[in-house]
């Protein structure tokens, strides 16, 4: 199993393509297989979406509805609502398994892989994508 972790900065925006990064990591492996993206982190998580129409902010209002930013939580170090971010992966998988054929994910038409990141406390993220050969 070949792996590369890579550092991802989301101190401006809550989601990031990994699309075309994960994309470049499997070209260099090369034939088909799976690869692993796996996230770290105990607040964030991985999506598969159409990106550029309208979908991030659509996830974004059903993640604010479904996880205020306020005190109701428990779990209450950091900044208010930081305990919605330690809920986050019970509904956002930390990790995906993608099919690879030819080098190259097999994904549908509309979908990208996206690190969903709702923790300002922690911009700094790190995703290992990891590659096995079918």
Known sequence: MNSKVQSVDTSSHRF???TSDINAFVAEQGGDGLVNVFVPHATAGLVLIETGSGSEEDLAAALDRALPRDDRYV?????RG???DHVLPAFL????DLPVVDGSLALGTWQSVVLVDLNRDNPQRKVRF???AG
Not at 75 to 79: K, V
Not at 93 to 96: A, D, R
Request: no cysteine; aromatic share 6%.
């Open 93 to 96: 998988s930390p990790s995906v």
């Open 75 to 79: 779990h209450r170090h950091g900044s």
């Open 16 to 18: 990031t393509d990994l």
């Open 130 to 132: 990891s590659f096995v």
């Open 82 to 84: 930081h305990g919605a």
